[in-house]
């Protein structure tokens, strides 16, 4: 069974987000994603100052046995990338809540709100 903080918000393509202090969004893929792909090989990230729409593919992580979008749960403008993990992407399966991806500025940070709770994200990956 995944690993679902209540703590943060969820979407649906396995992408979790936290609106941290200073307005920004961190964003990882989610303990279930990370299971589901297998050991990660290969993390590309976005450019720093990309606009982004909600929704939108914005990154991709290469596992052994796939490879996977990884989408701006919000818009924003991108504000920040973890060169760590594209570094090293073992780091996401080791913890995924702690390997975060990328930072968004949010075009509207009352955005976050609309994303999943932990348990609906539970619901809507059947745990």
Known sequence: MSNIPADLRYAQTHEWARLESNGSVTVGITDHAQISLG?????????????????????????????????????????????????????????AYRAWLFKIIPTDAADVGKLLDAAGYQREIGE
Do not use: M, Y
């Not at 990230?45 to 990154?59: D, K, Q």
């Not at 990884?70 to 403008?77: K, L, N, R």
């Open 39 to 95: 050991d990660l090989v290969f993390i590309e990230l976005p450019e720093v100052g990309r606009t982004v729409s909600a929704g939108e593919a914005v990154a991709v992580v290469e596992s052994v046995k796939t490879a996977s979008d990884i989408h701006a749960p919000v818009s924003g403008e991108i504000s920040a990338i973890n060169q760590t993990v594209a570094n090293t992407p073992e780091k996401v399966n080791d913890d």
